[in-house]
């Protein structure tokens, strides 16, 4: 059996877009959407010495920003044509750090495990180009109406 994927709605895509991918920080790290279905979303960063604890090594709390955005976009791609969002907020979110992000391109895979009317519980996996992983995390976010 094949199972094709959903896809988003306007306002979805207007959320993960216009919204999360084009806030400031977002702007700031150049965030991009490599992927968005609903209740799966990827998102992208390509390292930058600007981004850097160490030569070589990107800031944990950058690796973080990119799982809450990507954990974010996840929780707006099964929002509906007939909602009516007016934002949303991370309620919870937990990292492991598994190892230092030294490739030139990472990417957060972000996919709902659960979906209520307002809550969305997300699992998230970040990755470099050699598909080393790089931290896991799970997120709780709740989506305003």
Known sequence: MTTVAAPLSATAQHWIDRVLINSPVAQHLRLRTVHAQ????????????????????????????????????????????????????????NITFIAPATGRHLTASAVVSHRTGTTTHAEITVRDEHDTLIATATATSRIFH
């Not at 209740?39 to 070589?56: A, H, K, M, N, S």
């Not at 799982?67 to 309620?91: L, N, Q």
């Open 38 to 93: 609903v209740d799966r979303v990827q998102l992208g960063l390509d390292f930058r010495d600007d981004l850097t604890t160490v030569p070589g090594v990107l800031h944990g709390g950058v690796i973080a920003t990119l799982v809450d955005t990507a954990a974010a976009a996840a929780s707006a791609s099964g929002i509906d044509e007939a909602e009516t969002a007016t934002g949303g907020a991370t309620t919870h979110l």
